[in-house]
Structure formats: C-alpha cells, structure tokens
T-cell receptor, first 111, second 114 residues
Framework: GQSLEQPSEVTAVEGAIVQINCTYQ??????LSWYQQHDGGAPTFLSY????GLEETGRFSSFLSRSDSYGYLLLQELQMKDSASYFC????????????FGPGTRLSVLP | NAGVMQNPRHLVRRRGQEARLRCSPM?????VYWYRQLPEEGLKFMVY????????ESGMPKERFSAEFPKEGPSILRIQQVVRGDSAAYFC????????????FGPGTRLTVL
C-alpha cells in the first residue's frame, strides 16, 4: 500500500519562500504529483515528478528523491493568493492502483 | 476547451433519499475518477472508470454506493438511502490516458444530508 505524510500547517509572509515536504511509504509508484486547493474550490494540478530531481514551473518548483522517499514543493515570491491547501499524491505501479493523496498542508500567507 | 464539468454543484437530500452526481470529463478524456473529501481532510479515492467499465472500485463503500460511465453521457455516482455521514464534497477527475496520466478535477458537488 501507500501512505504519505505532510505537515498540517505552514505560515509564511508575502515575498518569502516556503517548502512543503511530503514523505511517503510505498511499494512503488510512477511519480509524485502536487495539487493546490483553495477553500471551497477544486484541486488544481501544479506539478509532476516522474524522475528524481527538480521540476520548475514559474514560481513553483517540485523535487523528488526516490532513494529518500521524499519530495517537496517549493513556492517562491509568495503572494496572498497562494494561501491554500497543498496535497502531494502518488500513483501506484499496478494497473488499477490509483492516486493516493496526502493529508494536505494548509499554507497561510501573511501580509 | 471546457474542463471537467460536475453537476449539481450543491445538492441537499434528506436521510433515506437518493443522490445522483454527474461528471462530464474533459474533451478527449476517457478515464474518470471519483473522490470524496470531508471538511478539513484530504481526498479519498472511491472509484476509477473507463467507458462502460469499472476498473477499480476499491474505495467505494460496499453498500448504497454505485458508479457508472456509460458509452454515451456523463459518469454518474449514485448514493442510495443517504445518511448524514455521506455529507461531503465529491470530486470527479478525468485523464486522457489511465494509469499514469495527470488527473484534472471538476469543481465538485457538495452534498448535504439533512
């Protein structure tokens, strides 16, 4: 099976950089995905790491290290609109195994 | 290019009634997934369907819940004899290919059981 752990809450100020970690226990998976969800909204796809290393998309970057069973989402130049919940998710190797989401990290960006 | 569509956005039912939630995937997507989210919690996988087939229903409660994705029309998540504990947000996602492809989510249906 698969299980993921994330910090429940993170607080930072506008303009800062924040890192949201995701550690996992899994028998194998294709890649690590990150989703953003604002209160009352739908999860929105942010990034996907199929391979180890850093993927950069604008202000957001995501990192994966399979050997460490660890990944993170890095948000730079924080803006108030970045206040949301962030979920990591993994997709199992076997056909039919679907996304398992982490519990989510609630990011609060302060002025 | 329209995204994933879900309706209704809000649904209120009394205990014992039936709830039907609809999901139309993105154009070109043939894989549909349903998730449930309780307040302040993460998403829990329920079921994965392709056209006319249920691929994985390991997350579905054994009773009262069913899902379908017919050849024509939207995917339907059906909850019979709803109870208060069914109150949650139900999200549908779709992907172009299954198994490894990125899933894109609809706006969700917020079910309230009185």
């Amino acid at each position: 099976g698969q299980s993921l752990e994330q910090p429940s809450e993170v607080t930072a100020v506008e303009g800062a950089i924040v890192q949201i970690n995701c550690t996992y226990q899994t028998s194998g998976f294709y890649g690590l995905s990150w989703y953003q969800q604002h209160d009352g909204g739908a999860p929105t796809f942010l990034s996907y790491n199929a391979l180890d290393g850093l993927e950069e998309t604008g202000r957001f970057s995501s990192f994966l290290s399979r050997s460490d069973s660890y990944g993170y989402l890095l948000l730079q130049e924080l803006q108030m609109k970045d206040s949301a919940s962030y979920f990591c998710a993994v997709k199992g190797l076997n056909y039919g195994q679907n996304f398992v989401f982490g519990p989510g990290t609630r990011l609060s960006v302060l002025p | 290019n329209a995204g994933v569509m879900q309706n209704p956005r809000h649904l209120v039912r009394r205990r014992g009634q039936e709830a039907r939630l609809r999901c139309s995937p993105m154009k070109g997507h043939s894989h549909v997934y349903w998730y449930r989210q309780l307040p302040e919690e993460g998403l829990k996988f329920m079921v994965y369907l392709q056209k006319e087939n249920i691929i994985d229903e390991s997350g579905m409660p054994k009773e009262r819940f069913s899902a379908e994705f017919p050849k024509e029309g939207p995917s339907i998540l059906r909850i019979q004899q709803v109870v208060r504990g069914d109150s949650a947000a139900y999200f549908c996602a779709s992907s172009r290919a299954g198994h490894t492809d990125t899933q894109y989510f609809g706006p969700g249906t917020r079910l309230t059981v009185l």
